[in-house]
């Protein structure tokens, strides 16, 4: 399969583009800038030059391609609904351009507000409905086009998709930690994330795009709750840091952006991602990783 790849340079999608080259598939891959297209010229990978700020330019990439994975995401924390925005609009004219062919198209999203008191399932939708909503309401837009001749679908990936050399949220913390010199948790430390390894995160995106239904959400999860106090421990174990308990009031402070999302319950279930497509994670867990020096 010929498949366009946003978000190719990026921490999952560099590991999602070498997952297809190895599986046999033709990539060709977004980027914005000469040093992201120097990367994918690099690997093999065939360049289209665009932006998510200009989605005619996203719309011609996924036009070309016999399906698309998108994760590129401006992650402006910042300021969120400029990235909201960006990710609405990109995604609808990819969607545009796919109705009626049945090609494939998997859309990123994360975990965050789905449910309360409980692990997310697949079967739980989305309450981000509409433009101005939580990611431009872009989980819900792409599964109905299941309806209009799109095979697509949609990977929610857990808050932690680690390994050596991530810079997401578990980098942030670690950041936090040096910065503030104690390795913090929230509260009481029982809110968890879920977790998963970024090599068995690619290779779900790739199995998910070769066989998954249309209109499948699907869990890249492979720890569904690991406390967030065993996250903190972990941190401070890798770094030689003492480890405390934040007040929530203080955590916006202590921790900066990812402070409000340290402090929210993503635990999730991917059984029945594993029954559909057969996928077994075989990563390391995530405080393995930590521990072992993954963000020292
Ligand atoms: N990593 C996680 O733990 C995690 C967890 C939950 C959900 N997710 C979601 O999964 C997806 C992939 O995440 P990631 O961690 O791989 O993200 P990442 O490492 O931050 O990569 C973002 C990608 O988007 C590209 N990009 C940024 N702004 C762009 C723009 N204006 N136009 C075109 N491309 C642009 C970047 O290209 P450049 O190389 O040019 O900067 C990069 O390839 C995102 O939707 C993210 O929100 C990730």
Same mark, same amino acid.
């Given at each position: 399969?010929?498949?366009?790849?946003?978000?190719?340079?990026?921490?999952?999608?560099?590991?999602?583009?070498?997952?297809?080259?190895?599986?046999?598939?033709?990539?060709?891959?977004?980027?914005?800038?000469?040093?992201?297209?120097?990367?994918?010229?690099k690997k093999g990978v065939r360049v289209?030059?665009?932006?998510?700020?200009?989605?005619?330019?996203?719309?011609?990439?996924?036009?070309?391609?016999?399906?698309?994975?998108?994760?590129?995401?401006?992650?402006?924390?910042?300021?969120?609904?400029?990235?909201?925005?960006?990710?609405?609009?990109?995604?609808?004219?990819?969607?545009?351009?796919?109705?009626?062919?049945?090609?494939?198209?998997?859309?990123?999203?994360?975990?965050?507000?789905?449910?309360?008191?409980?692990?997310?399932?697949?079967?739980?939708?989305?309450?981000?409905?509409?433009?101005?909503?939580?990611?431009?309401?872009?989980?819900?837009?792409?599964?109905?086009?299941?309806?209009?001749?799109?095979?697509?679908?949609?990977?929610?990936?857990?808050?932690?998709?680690?390994?050596?050399?991530?810079?997401?949220?578990?980098?942030?913390?670690? @950041? /936090?930690?040096?910065?503030?010199? =104690?390795?913090? #948790?929230? %509260?009481?430390?029982?809110?968890?994330? &879920? *977790?998963?390894? !970024?090599?068995?995160?690619?290779?779900?995106?790739?199995?998910?795009?070769?066989?998954?239904?249309?209109?499948?959400?699907?869990?890249?999860?492979a720890e569904e709750a690991v406390s967030?106090?065993?996250?903190?421990?972990?941190?401070?174990?890798?770094?030689?840091?003492?480890?405390?308990?934040?007040?929530?009031?203080? @955590? /916006?402070?202590?921790?900066?952006? =990812?402070?409000? #999302?340290? %402090?929210?319950?993503?635990?999730?279930? &991917? *059984?029945?991602? !594993?029954?559909?497509?057969?996928?077994?994670?075989?990563?390391?867990?995530?405080?393995?990783?930590?521990?072992?020096?993954?963000?020292?």
């Amino acid at each position: 399969m010929h498949v366009f790849v946003t978000g190719a340079t990026g921490w999952i999608g560099s590991a999602v583009v070498d997952e297809l080259l190895d599986a046999g598939h033709e990539v060709t891959g977004l980027a914005r800038s000469d040093d992201s297209a120097a990367a994918l010229e690099k690997k093999g990978v065939r360049v289209h030059r665009g932006d998510l700020d200009d989605p005619e330019s996203i719309r011609a990439g996924a036009a070309g391609a016999d399906g698309v994975v998108h994760l590129a995401n401006k992650h402006d924390w910042a300021e969120p609904a400029t990235s909201d925005r960006a990710e609405r609009n990109a995604v609808e004219a990819m969607l545009d351009v796919l109705a009626g062919t049945d090609r494939p198209i998997i859309v990123a999203n994360g975990l965050s507000g789905l449910v309360e008191g409980r692990p997310a399932t697949e079967a739980d939708p989305s309450p981000a409905l509409g433009p101005g909503s939580d990611r431009g309401g872009s989980e819900t837009l792409t599964l109905d086009h299941a309806e209009r001749g799109v095979r697509s679908m949609v990977v929610r990936f857990a808050p932690s998709v680690h390994g050596a050399g991530d810079w997401g949220f578990v980098a942030f913390l670690t @950041a /936090a930690a040096k910065e503030r010199g =104690v390795s913090g #948790f929230i %509260g009481d430390g029982t809110t968890t994330w &879920s *977790a998963v390894h !970024r090599a068995d995160a690619a290779r779900l995106v790739r199995l998910g795009l070769e066989e998954a239904p249309a209109g499948s959400r699907l869990h890249a999860v492979a720890e569904e709750a690991v406390s967030t106090r065993e996250i903190a421990e972990a941190i401070g174990h890798a770094l030689g840091l003492p480890v405390a308990s934040i007040a929530p009031e203080d @955590a /916006a402070e202590h921790f900066g952006f =990812v402070g409000a #999302f340290f %402090g929210m319950d993503m635990s999730a279930s &991917s *059984a029945r991602t !594993r029954e559909l497509l057969g996928w077994t994670p075989s990563g390391p867990a995530l405080v393995e990783d930590i521990r072992a020096g993954a963000y020292a």
